[in-house]
């Protein structure tokens, strides 16, 4: 691996890598993806609410229970492993679970802006998503990142209110509220230093998940995106607990294997059996 694909996850907290799977991995991975969307688990709901005409199909779904014995075995299969023990220099790596997104019928709304560890109670380096979409997306409906906020401040969530897109997931004054970063870049276009990237069938994004990210809308140049992400850690993985205020019902361990997280002492390494170990 090239030093500027580290040096770039590192730094800018996002990196496109082309080609990554084959067609027969990628056929793989969308019959998987269109059996969670055909079947969703306890945390699967139609992320944007209300803000968008009756036709327009979303859903979201995170770590399906019913999923994850098919989706272990299919990452066991992908080069995600040594991708990643390259990409942050780690020895071991583990796989957590999956998040889907799908985003239909034309013309959708984003995925607000937020990071992934203001609802997950992780620290550390070594955390990576693997974004993989399974058409081809313009850069601009693409995901879009904040270059380099995987190493500034941690935000309080979103609730993903169309009523409010910052509206407060944990509440209280632990976390700072998000700003409303598309207002603001509206009025001053310059005002974030924001990445996105066009990808094709076979690309994935890897991303951190502590960066501010967001998804853009679809529109008539891409009516529909599906989209599948597989999540990871390694040695530089600790568990750092949530606010644990529940404005949303989100505890300080979180919403995802509470169990295995309950084992964990805050600040001590990200580890439990459940997650499949990668190399
Ligand atoms: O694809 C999207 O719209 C959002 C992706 C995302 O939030 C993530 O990968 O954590
Ligand atoms: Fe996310």
Redesign the pocket.
């Known amino acids: 691996m090239e030093e500027s694909v580290r040096k770039a996850y590192f730094e800018d907290g996002a990196v496109l890598m082309k080609n990554v799977l084959n067609a027969e991995q990628l056929a793989a991975c969308r019959e998987v993806y269109d059996w969670i969307v055909a079947n969703p688990g306890p945390n699967g709901h139609g992320l944007y609410r209300g803000d968008q005409k009756q036709h327009v199909k979303s859903h979201v779904d995170n770590a399906n229970p019913h999923a994850k014995e098919r989706l272990d075995e299919l990452v066991a299969t992908l080069p995600f492993g040594k991708l990643f023990a390259e990409l942050w220099g780690s020895k071991n790596v583990w796989y957590f679970a999956e ?1 889907v ?1 799908l ?1 239909a019928g034309g013309e959708g709304t ?2 607000y802006w ?1 990071q ?1 560890t203001s609802y997950l109670p992780w620290a550390g380096h070594h955390w990576g ?1 693997a ?1 993989i ?1 399974f058409g081809s997306v313009p850069k601009k409906n693409g ?1 879009e990142i904040i270059r380099g906020s995987h190493r500034g401040q941690l935000y309080d969530g979103t609730t993903f209110s169309p009523a409010d897109p910052t509206d407060p997931l944990h509440g209280g004054d632990a976390l700072p509220r998000l700003p409303d970063i598309e207002a603001e870049r509206k009025a001053d276009p310059g005002k974030y230093d924001i990445l996105s990237w066009a990808t094709e069938p076979g690309d994935v994004l890897f ?1 951190h ?1 502590g960066s501010l ?4 809308n679809i529109d008539a140049d891409c009516p529909e ?1 599906h ?1 599948l ?1 597989f ?1 990871f850690f390694g040695d530089d993985a600790t568990f750092s607990p949530l606010p644990g205020i529940s404005r949303s019902g989100y505890e300080r361990n979180g919403n995802l294997f509470k169990k295995e997280i309950a084992q964990m002492e805050p600040g001590a390494p990200f580890r439990a059996p459940v997650f499949a170990q990668m190399v």
């Open positions: 998040e997104f985003k984003r995925t937020h992934d998503n974004w979409s995901l991303l998940p990210h967001g998804g853009a995106r989209t992400v999540r």
